[in-house]
């Protein structure tokens, strides 16, 4: 009986605790299209999104569909067909994005769904296999001049910034984009396996995604395309004197025909997700950087990225 009182104290505690989660909970359900295979950075993204929330009670349970192929832009026309005026629904895109509808010209692109919130940006990596005779990035760079369709290179979604970041790298040698040997991947699982299986000679792509491998010892790091060093141990392009600075940006999006008070609700739960230090503890975890960005604002830095980004396809000669 001594210990009767407080625990019905400690009880009553945990039922004030529950109820105080359901009411902070946002949304029962959330369905998020992840316009890729699994394993890649944009589904990276929406399931730590999905993590962090969900711990904090924020929503309820989450619906996942993954669609891949051609930059995000099939998973993408599927989520406007689709989910039109759903305001339970989210897209998770970025900047390779924006490169594969404008290489590829497709009809459906950002500018048909409702911005919402950037979250991250993260450099890339350029990688090689464990048991490559490449062995640094001075290496790598003299093989792309001397014969750049002999150094296959796995990457994102063709007219992505992986693919963009090479075509920057061939004419720093004096090369045209159009000469590389390029092979797109529809998501990190089969670049990654594609790179340690030999069947390319290299890799771009996001840190996040190879540094388990690098850390293990199976991929060798080369550089980084970041302007800062996002890994103490890997020195980055420009202060290996390659003069390409690139990164990918990843964010959320509503459906078309959202209506205001449910693009605010949405803005309103990335704003909360991304003050948790839950969240903090994941962008360290996963060496992605805060890019956090909502609403109007995140608008008017997609339209200038979408302008900035066609002027470099155009320069590097992908579109």
Known sequence: MLHRRPMLAALGGLALLARGAAAEQRYPNLYVMVPAGPGGGWDGLGRAIEQVARQAGLVGNFQFENVGGAGGTIGLTRFVAQRRGRPESILIGGSIMVGATLTNKTP?????????ARMTEEAG??????????Q????????LKANP????????????????TLGLLLKSVGRSAKEGSYVAFAGGGPAQ??????????GISGLSEFAEQIKAGRMRALATTGETRSDPSIPTL?????????TNWRGVFAAPGARPDARAKLVGLMTEVHALPAWAEMLKTRDWQDAFLTGDDFTEFLARDVQQTEAVLKEVGLA
Do not use: W
């Open 149 to 164: 369709g002999a150094v296959s290179i796995g990457g994102g979604s063709a007219g992505g910034t992986d693919h963009i």
């Open 108 to 116: 459906v692109g950002l500018k048909d769904v409702v911005p919402v």
């Open 136 to 143: 640094d990035l001075a290496g790598f760079m003299a093989a």
């Open 238 to 246: 420009k202060e290996s004197g390659v003069d390409v600075v690139m």
């Open 125 to 134: 990596v350029i990688v090689v296999p464990a048991g490559s005779d490449i």
């Open 193 to 202: 396996a594609a790179i340690l299986g030999a069947q390319v000679k290299a």
